[in-house]
């Protein structure tokens, strides 16, 4: 089923159902499409942004909106299953995006380190994965043992050997790319690249500095940054 939500740029503080809010002032305008996605078009730069997997009645019964203390916009979010997805995201400029983006990538950079803490064994390989489109991102860390090293070597030789994707993603830990994709998408055009950089800079930083030295090396370990396509 479709529905348009109108939600006010400008309101009172607080957080209110998208659903409820009144259609005044400039808005920004979010369509509900049968095809269960979100797409609204950004604020003073009017590109298109989708958000999927979002049914209409998860829209309707649970999608938020908060307003700060001046009347502006803060986020949208929406709840689906058992999470709060980020639909919206107000950046006054980049600098507010930037600094968004550094701590929510801190938090994510010390969470991805707690669960590679947990690897048992001993380790050959910690690969980190990374993607950007312009759309989609992708941050991911992905360990291997000796032996699942010596298998893929045996089988493809030492350049396979280095290839995150030869290996299972069973030992793969994803930051939270759904938020963060959404906060990129957010921001203004020219500077999502940047956001997305930025933000996996810091995480990356945070596993060579926090992660590394506590695993359980093997002699030929090596750690290595895969960026695919």
């Not at 998408?185 to 933000?199: K, N, Q, T, V, Y």
Request: charged share 30%; glycine share 6%.
């Amino acid at each position: 089923m479709e529905k348009t939500f109108y939600i006010p740029l400008k309101y009172n503080e607080g957080d209110y159902l998208a659903a409820e809010l009144p259609k005044q002032g400039e808005c920004l305008v979010i369509e509900q499409t049968k095809f269960d996605y979100l797409m609204y078009l950004l604020p003073v730069y009017g590109t298109e942004v989708r958000r999927y997997s979002v049914k209409t009645e998860d829209a309707e019964k649970t999608m938020m909106v908060r307003y700060d203390k001046e009347g502006d916009i803060v986020h949208v979010d929406v709840k689906c299953g058992r999470r709060r997805r980020l639909v919206y995201m107000n950046f006054p400029d980049d600098e507010a995006a930037k600094e968004t983006v550094y701590r929510f990538c801190s938090f994510e950079g010390e969470r991805l380190c707690r669960e590679a803490a947990k690897y048992g064994g001993k380790v050959s390989r910690v690969f980190i994965e990374k993607f950007y489109d312009g759309e989609a991102a992708d941050f991911a860390v992905k360990m291997a043992s000796p032996e699942e090293v010596a298998a893929v070597r045996a089988a493809g030789g030492d350049s396979a050997a280095d290839n995150s994707g030869e290996y299972s993603s069973e030992k793969r830990i994803e930051c939270d790319v759904d938020t963060w994709g959404a906060m990129i998408l957010c921001g203004s055009p020219e500077f999502r690249a940047d956001m997305f950089g930025f933000g996996a800079f810091i995480m990356q930083r945070a596993i060579e500095e926090n992660a590394l030295p506590k695993l359980n090396k093997a002699a030929d370990f090596r750690f290595i940054v895969n960026e695919y396509d």
